[in-house]
């Protein structure tokens, strides 16, 4: 068997085109969605994924402003910054990206971006109304996950979703979103004993572990979806997931590559999450 690839460029190139045409209309309305990003410092990994989020915007007609701070900068300026953006009526969005300098506390941050503008889906009211499966901002990587999975029909309900990592962006959303729409949850981390054990009895499974080839085709079961988060850079400067693609994509069913499978959602679901906080969706 040779599984589908779930192609996330194609699916972020169509829901891009969609929310153009939702954008247009809300601006003859005289509205126009408006993602301010702040970042602090230069870290080149960082630098690149605000322009990506830049670029992106400007496709999709979203305004988009970023507010470049010095690796000095201290909590409270930041603090201010933020409360002077959860002041403007002008801007919909905040994202503060991250890993912020160690001299600064990133839970204190993400608290003070009014839930209202928290498009990121961090702040722990938004976590809060997605475990009780209220309508809110959800993080973006997870909700561009489960819009892939119902994109290609993927069946949830009654299914055994295994997810391997519980990061506070990744694993432990997603697991949360998966229960919300029925399927039966295991998670997996660094301490789980006997990792293939779990895997081998997934039919939908998740990895995000953050490093090369760390699921082969030993750890799946056949027909399984596999949805790989991670992006890792090689010597030779090229990108690769966490999954054995060629190997295991013999015995899925679907499979998610990288790059072109998550990365391209992750931005997308950030733009609707845009959309909805200028519509004044998520209070
Ligand atoms: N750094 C890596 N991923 C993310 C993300 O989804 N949001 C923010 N704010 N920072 C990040």
Redesign the pocket.
Known sequence: MSADIIKGKELAHKLKEEMSKEVLFLKEQGLVPHLTVILIGDNPA?KS?VNGKKKASGETGISSDVIEMGVSTSEKELLMKIQELNNDPSVHGI?????LPEHIDEQHVIEAISPAKDV?G?HPINIGRMITGEDTFL???PYGILTMLKSYDITIEGKHAVVIGRSN?VGKPIGQLLLNENATVTYCHSKTTNLIDFTSKADILIVAVGRPNAIREEHIKDGAAVIDVGINRLEDGSLTGDVDFDAVSEKASYISPVPRGVGPM?ITM?LQNTIKAAKGLSK
């Open positions: 960082s994924y994202l503060v990206q991250l890993p990121d961090f993080p973006c990587t962006i992750t950030l």
